[in-house]
T-cell receptor, first 110, second 115 residues
Framework: GQNIDQPTEMTATEGAIVQINCTYQTSGFNGLFWYQQHAGEAPTFLSYNVLDGLEEKGRFSSFLSRSKGYSYLLLKELQMKDSASYLCAVLSNAGNMLTFGGGTRLMVKP | DTAVSQTPKYLVTQMGNDKSIKCEQNLGHDTMYWYKQDSKKFLKIMFSYNNKELIINETVPNRFSPKSPDKAHLNLHINSLELGDSAVYFC??????????????FGPGTRLTVL
């Protein structure tokens, strides 16, 4: 089975940096995804990590430590439009199934 | 151009009815999925089809029956709807389920409300 934990809610200030953590327990790890979901919309892909280390993509970076079962999503220079839910999802090698965490609702305040 | 489309966007119906949700992708992907997102926002896999064949079937009541007439379409039929079926249903697709790291593209979702 799989277990994925991430904080339910976070608040940050426009222009600041925020780190959203995700811990997971899984059998047959095949990588970890981060998705962004604005209220009432579909999830959209942000990043994929399968090897340890940091992947940077513009204002967003994602880090993975497989030995610790830990990932984080780092958002820099926060903008109001970054207010959304951020979903951590683990890919297992059993049918390449993606299991999502409950999501972290980020509120960016002026 | 819409990559993954679903119809209808909203569906309101009475308990006990049978309804269908349609999904189409024009990305040329081999694999399609159905997810359910409940009121607590948990997104949970229901089914996965690869080239019209079922590869994942999570613990879903057999009132739910997916149908894939071709690899660009995966429809979801629900019989005898219950109150607990109220949720947002997302269709998604990816290039090839056998390759790790292929991102899934999600449709806009269908908000189902059972009264």
């Amino acid at each position: 089975g799989q277990n994925i934990d991430q904080p339910t809610e976070m608040t940050a200030t426009e222009g600041a940096i925020v780190q959203i953590n995700c811990t997971y327990q899984t059998s047959g790890f095949n990588g970890l995804f981060w998705y962004q979901q604005h209220a009432g919309e579909a999830p959209t892909f942000l990043s994929y990590n399968v090897l340890d280390g940091l992947e940077e993509k513009g204002r967003f970076s994602s880090f993975l430590s497989r030995s610790k079962g830990y990932s984080y999503l780092l958002l820099k220079e926060l903008q109001m439009k970054d207010s959304a839910s951020y979903l951590c999802a683990v890919l297992s090698n059993a049918g390449n199934m993606l299991t999502f965490g409950g999501g972290t609702r980020l509120m960016v305040k002026p | 151009d819409t990559a993954v489309s679903q119809t209808p966007k909203y569906l309101v119906t009475q308990m006990g009815n049978d309804k269908s949700i349609k999904c189409e992708q024009n990305l040329g992907h081999d694999t399609m999925y159905w997810y359910k997102q409940d009121s607590k926002k948990f997104l949970k896999i229901m089914f996965s089809y690869n080239n019209k064949e079922l590869i994942i079937n999570e613990t879903v009541p057999n009132r739910f029956s997916p149908k894939s007439p071709d690899k660009a379409h995966l429809n979801l039929h629900i019989n005898s709807l219950e109150l607990g079926d109220s949720a947002v249903y997302f269709c998604a697709s990816s290039q090839d389920s056998s390759l790790a790291g292929n991102e899934q593209f999600f449709g806009p979702g269908t908000r189902l409300t059972v009264l």
